[in-house]
């Protein structure tokens, strides 16, 4: 089946800095990701959808300058967190969708935790 | 508004019995829907699915019902095994392959 790896699966940042979360689809090309964030004990909230080599579109009330996406080819898409802040604590998660796939697959997920 | 509900937070099954996780859903225009199973600090693993031209789909010990009147669907795994044991959220599109809408999800456990 496909696989989507993330990198990293855990990250621990002081607020006021930057992360970068790293989605991969490891045997497929993926024209299409998106970004889910889940808070404990909710669902996965959609966060934005990103195409392969065009600017990502953002669910309302997702700052887009706070959360850069970037989808610079067709197996590699990045979440960067900007001066992240204590609320920005959640569990990201990303999922590739390919021309040929019926379905998402989604990545491993990653923790991040603001101090 | 949530789109997509899971009204039951959990679900106790004894092994070999039929577990049985409930959705619904308030979007007319959403015309496929899915199952996942999550393990914690995982990525969902897609189960199986359904498109809205079908009531009924099934794989090996897992079977969807879609009842497009009521808006509903169910998610029947059977027999049910302690490896079971997850959170399993419904999920809804509004086409195959798109952007999908999440319920809170159903923690079930599978006692031996």
């Known amino acids: 089946g496909a696989v989507v790896s993330q990198h990293p699966s855990r990250v621990i940042c002081k607020s006021g800095t930057s992360v970068k979360i790293e989605c991969r689809s490891l045997?497929?090309?993926?024209?299409?990701m998106f970004w889910y964030r889940q808070f404990p004990k909710q669902s996965l909230m959609l966060m934005a959808t990103?195409?392969?080599?065009?600017?990502?579109?953002?669910e309302q009330g997702v700052e887009k300058d706070k959360f850069l996406i970037n989808h610079a080819s067709l197996t590699l898409s990045t979440l960067t967190v900007t001066s992240a802040h204590p609320e920005d604590s959640s569990f990201y998660i990303c999922?590739?969708?390919?021309?040929?796939?019926?379905?998402?697959?989604f990545g491993p997920g990653t923790r991040l935790l603001v101090l | 508004d949530q789109q997509v509900k899971q009204n039951s937070p959990s679900l106790s099954v004894q092994e070999g019995r039929i577990s049985i996780l409930n959705c619904d859903y308030t979007n007319s225009m959403f015309d496929y829907f899915l199952w996942y199973k999550k393990y914690p600090a995982e990525g969902p693993t897609f189960l199986i699915s359904i498109s809205s031209i079908k009531d009924k789909n099934e794989d090996g010990r897992f079977t969807v019902f879609l009842n497009k009147s009521a808006k509903h669907l169910s998610l029947h795994i059977v027999p049910s095994q302690p490896g079971d044991s997850a959170v399993y959220f419904c999920a809804a599109s509004g086409q195959a392959g798109t952007a999908l809408i999440f319920g809170k999800g159903t923690t079930l456990s599978v006692s031996s």
């Open positions: 999922s590739a969708m390919g021309l040929t796939l019926e379905t998402q697959y």
């Open positions: 045997d497929f090309q993926a024209t299409t």
């Open positions: 990103s195409n392969e080599g065009s600017k990502a579109t953002y």
